[in-house]
């Protein structure tokens, strides 16, 4: 069974800076493309940023280009999202994806962690 366990979530202020991690268990994380995708109050969800199995190739929102960082450790099946210079409309749930391992996609959706929130204040 996959799954994936999202934590570093919180309340900060406009400016400062959050890592979010997922951890898998279950699935092929070295062989998977893996993703964070952000849900606002009342919106659908988007994708943040994703990144390749061996991180070679990586991807983000405009929205998001140069203040986020997606990086992962196959070693210990965790992706990493370094979130800095926060801004109140970073505010969201922030949902954990992988894609089946070997498909090639740069919006994985086949499994979902539960969610992290994240809030920004002014």
């Known amino acids: 069974q996959v799954q994936l366990v999202e934590s570093g979530g919180g309340l900060v202020q406009a400016g400062e800076s959050l890592r979010l991690s997922c951890v898998a268990s279950?699935?092929?994380?070295?062989?998977?493309?893996m993703g964070w995708y952000r849900q606002a109050p009342g919106k659908q969800r988007d994708s943040v940023a994703a990144i390749t199995p061996t991180s070679r190739g990586t991807y983000y929102a405009d929205s998001v280009r140069d203040r986020f960082i997606i990086s992962r450790d196959n070693a210990k099946n965790t992706m990493y999202l370094q979130m800095n210079s926060l801004k109140p409309a970073d505010t969201g749930v922030y949902f954990c994806?992988?894609?089946?391992?070997?498909?090639?996609?740069?919006?994985?959706?086949?499994?979902w962690g539960q969610g992290t929130q994240v809030t920004v204040s002014s």
């Open positions: 994806a992988a894609a089946r391992p070997n498909r090639v996609t740069m919006q994985p959706s086949d499994y």
């Open positions: 279950g699935i092929d994380f070295s062989n998977s493309a």
